[in-house]
Structure formats: C-alpha cells, structure tokens
C-alpha cells in the first residue's frame, strides 16, 4: 500500500532560518501530494499541492516540488517565523490507495 | 462558510460509558471523513463517506465503533463502550467530492476524547 515517510522532529530553529523537512512517498501511479499544518490545538490545514510530477506548490512563503525521479517532496521556506511553529504532514493520495496516506508528522519550533 | 463543525471540543468520560462525536461538513461537500490521531500512531483514517453511504470503513478499530451519516449535514461517530485506548483527538474532514486526487480534505477543530 501508500506510504509517506518524513523527517522525524522536533526540528527546532531561530528566526529567520532555513527550513526543510525532507518527505518522501510509496505508491502505484503518480499520486497527488500535500503538506498540512496543524497549529497547537486546531485541525489540519492544507498548506500547499502539487499533482504531477515537477509541479510546484506554494503558499506562505513555503515550497515544495514533487520530484518523480527520487518519489520526493520535501518542504522549504527560506526564512522562517516564530508564527510558523507547528506540526508539519507530509500526505500522498493516489487513486488505488482513495485516501490520503499521511506521515508522521515534524514537530517544528521557532525561537525568536 | 463556518467550515467543518465538531462537537463536543473535549470529552472526559468514564470506561464503559457511551460516547457520541458529531460533526457537519462543510456545505455543498460530498466526502466526509473520520480521523483519530495518537502520539503512538499518528493519524489514522477510521471512515470515509460519500454522498452519505459508508464507502470504506477498514479502519474502524473494531465492533465497539460505528459511525453513520443520516444526511449531507450530519455525521456522528460512536464508541460503545469505551476504553481508555480509546482516547485521543478525533477529527472529522469533508471534501467536495471523492475519488479525485485534487480534492482538499477541509479538517474541523477535532474532539479530544479522554476516557478515565
């Protein structure tokens, strides 16, 4: 079946620093990818998506590439801010699999 | 639009009691899912619903959960009777439609469930 393996946390960091957290995925086909963001306390947010291969998502100032060729989609922001701490997942849904397939998710902390 | 609604927010009870999670979807979506997450097991997909009817339930952790959806607007997900393995966050997530790899799964708030 769909897996999703990401970066295990906490990922602690000072303000203004580089961010990524390294996803990769398992599935048939070429499944859609997502990261969500969830903020102490409150559901799941879809942060940003690609749907096939070399697509970039973005939103917030964070990217991320679905890279094919390494079954990639890590998670980068070039600088980061107290406001971005939170629990990270990394998510693939493909059509064999129907649902979508998180991973663990990364605890991330900034410092200011 | 109000987004996805979950009630109650928090929940303590006591083993063997009946609890009942409810929650509404957002408007005009036909996909409704049930989650729990753990720190021991993350997020796991209990149910999904589509257009009302059950379409996936292998992950309903076993006989004591069910879950229904009377109409497009309401869902609820039953434990009877519950243990404490059972406590954890709750979330239910709809969408616009199921079986695309576009769609955007929409999370409420969650229920944190605490059994004693």
């Known amino acids: 079946g769909d897996s999703v393996t990401q970066m295990e946390g906490p990922v602690t960091l000072s303000e203004e620093a580089f961010l990524t957290i390294n996803c990769t995925y398992t599935a048939t086909g070429y499944p859609s990818l997502f990261w969500y963001v969830q903020y102490p306390g409150e559901g799941l947010q879809l942060l940003l998506k690609a749907t096939k291969a070399d697509d970039k998502g973005s939103n917030k100032g964070f990217e991320a590439t679905y890279r094919k060729e390494t079954t990639s989609f890590h998670l980068e922001k070039g600088s980061v801010q107290v406001s971005d701490s939170a629990v990270y997942f990394c998510?693939?849904?493909?059509?064999?699999?129907?649902?979508?397939?998180f991973g663990s998710g990364t605890q991330l902390t900034v410092l200011p | 639009d109000a987004g996805v609604i979950q009630s109650p927010r928090h929940e303590v009870t006591e083993m063997g009691q009946e609890v009942t999670l409810r929650c509404k979807p957002i408007s005009g979506h036909n996909s409704l899912f049930w989650y729990r997450q753990t720190m021991m097991r993350g997020l796991e997909l209990l149910i999904y619903f589509n257009n009302n009817v059950p379409i996936d339930d292998s992950g309903m952790p076993e006989d004591r959960f069910s879950a229904k959806m009377p109409n497009a607007s309401f869902s609820t997900l039953k434990i009877q009777p519950s243990e404490p393995r059972d406590s954890a966050v709750y979330f239910c997530?709809?969408?616009?439609?199921?079986?695309?790899?576009?769609?955007?799964?929409?999370f409420g708030p969650g229920t944190r469930l605490t059994v004693l």
């Open positions: 997530a709809s969408s616009l439609t199921s079986g695309s790899s576009t769609d955007t799964q929409y």
């Open positions: 998510a693939s849904y493909s059509g064999s699999a129907r649902q979508l397939t």
